[in-house]
C-alpha cells in the first residue's frame, strides 16, 4: 500500500479551490473512500463505475440548501498520469418510483437528509447521492454507474493517479468538498488503469479539476 501523506501536488489547495455560489459556503468534509472502476479499459465504457464516500463524528458540518427544490451539482475529478473530471446535473423534484429519478426529503429537528436516486440513469450515471446530516454526524455518498441506459462515464483511473474526490454543490446552497491523496493524504490501495482507489485521508480538502491545456509529466 502506498501513503500519499507526504504526496504534495497541485491538484489540491486546502482552501478554497471551488467558487460557491454567492452568498454560499463551502464544507470540506473528511474523505473515507474514493474508487475509480474501469474493468474493461478501452473495450467497454459501460462497466465503468465510481463511489465517493465521506464521513465525519463528530462533526459540525450541516446541510444549507434544499436540493428537492432547486437542484444539485455533482463534481468528479480523478488527477495523475491521465486526469480527468466530469461533472453531473441532478435535477430538482421529488420521486414517485422507488428506484427514481428524483430526491426524497427528511428534516426534522437534528436531522437532516437529502436522498437522490437515478437507478435506470434517466438523468445521468449518478445512480445515488446522499447528503445527511444526523446529530453531531454528517455523511456525504455518491455513487456512479454506467451499465444499462446510463450515459458514459468519462472519468477513468488516471494509471497512475495521485489525488482525486468530488464536489456537489446544492444549487442555491452550500457546496461539500470530499478530497483524497495530494495534500490530503490517505492510502493509495489500487493504482492502474482497471481501478484507481484510496482511503482514509488525515485530512479536509477541496478537489481542483485537472486543467486540460497544462502538460502531462
Same mark, same amino acid.
Request: hydrophobic share 35%; proline share 9%; charged share 20%.
Given at each position: 500500500?502506498?501513503?500519499?501523506?507526504?504526496?504534495?501536488?497541485?491538484?489540491?489547495?486546502?482552501?478554497?479551490?471551488?467558487?460557491?455560489?454567492?452568498?454560499?459556503?463551502?464544507?470540506?468534509?473528511?474523505?473515507?473512500?474514493?474508487?475509480?472502476?474501469?474493468?474493461?479499459?478501452?473495450?467497454?465504457?459501460?462497466?465503468?463505475?465510481?463511489?465517493?464516500?465521506?464521513?465525519?463524528?463528530?462533526?459540525?458540518?450541516?446541510?444549507?440548501?434544499?436540493?428537492?427544490?432547486?437542484?444539485?451539482?455533482?463534481? %468528479?475529478?480523478?488527477? @495523475?498520469?491521465? *486526469?480527468?473530471?466530469?461533472? &453531473?446535473?441532478?435535477?430538482? $423534484?421529488?420521486?414517485?418510483?422507488? #428506484?427514481?429519478?428524483?430526491?426524497?426529503?427528511?428534516?426534522?429537528?437534528?436531522?437532516?437528509?437529502?436522498?437522490?436516486?437515478?437507478?435506470?440513469?434517466?438523468?445521468?450515471?449518478?445512480?445515488?447521492?446522499?447528503?445527511?446530516?444526523?446529530?453531531?454526524?454528517?455523511?456525504?455518498?455518491?455513487?456512479?454507474?454506467?451499465?444499462?441506459?446510463?450515459?458514459?462515464?468519462?472519468?477513468?483511473?488516471?494509471?497512475?493517479?495521485?489525488?482525486?474526490?468530488?464536489? %456537489?454543490?446544492?444549487? @442555491?446552497?452550500? *457546496?461539500?468538498?470530499?478530497? &483524497?491523496?495530494?495534500?490530503? $493524504?490517505?492510502?493509495?490501495?489500487? #493504482?492502474?488503469?482497471?481501478?484507481?482507489?484510496?482511503?482514509?485521508?488525515?485530512?479536509?480538502?477541496?478537489?481542483?479539476?485537472?486543467?486540460?491545456?497544462?502538460?502531462?509529466?
Amino acid at each position: 500500500m502506498r501513503d500519499t501523506t507526504q504526496l504534495v501536488t497541485g491538484a489540491f489547495v486546502l482552501l478554497v479551490a471551488f467558487a460557491p455560489p454567492a452568498g454560499a459556503a463551502q464544507q470540506m468534509v473528511r474523505g473515507r473512500l474514493f474508487v475509480v472502476n474501469d474493468p474493461l479499459p478501452g473495450v467497454n465504457s459501460s462497466r465503468r463505475h465510481i463511489l465517493v464516500y465521506g464521513f465525519e463524528l463528530p462533526s459540525t458540518k450541516t446541510v444549507a440548501g434544499d436540493p428537492l427544490s432547486d437542484g444539485a451539482q455533482l463534481l %468528479v475529478i480523478a488527477s @495523475g498520469n491521465t *486526469s480527468s473530471s466530469q461533472s &453531473f446535473m441532478l435535477p430538482p $423534484g421529488a420521486f414517485a418510483e422507488p #428506484n427514481g429519478p428524483g430526491w426524497r426529503r427528511l428534516v426534522k429537528r437534528r436531522r437532516a437528509v437529502y436522498a437522490y436516486v437515478d437507478e435506470r440513469g434517466e438523468n445521468g450515471p449518478v445512480t445515488s447521492l446522499t447528503i445527511q446530516q444526523v446529530g453531531r454526524s454528517f455523511r456525504i455518498r455518491a455513487t456512479l454507474d454506467g451499465r444499462g441506459n446510463n450515459p458514459e462515464i468519462s472519468v477513468v483511473p488516471p494509471n497512475p493517479g495521485s489525488d482525486g474526490g468530488m464536489i %456537489v454543490s446544492i444549487n @442555491g446552497g452550500d *457546496s461539500y468538498c470530499v478530497a &483524497f491523496g495530494g495534500a490530503a $493524504g490517505g492510502k493509495i490501495t489500487d #493504482n492502474d488503469a482497471e481501478t484507481f482507489r484510496i482511503t482514509h485521508p488525515r485530512l479536509e480538502g477541496c478537489p481542483l479539476a485537472p486543467d486540460p491545456a497544462a502538460p502531462v509529466d
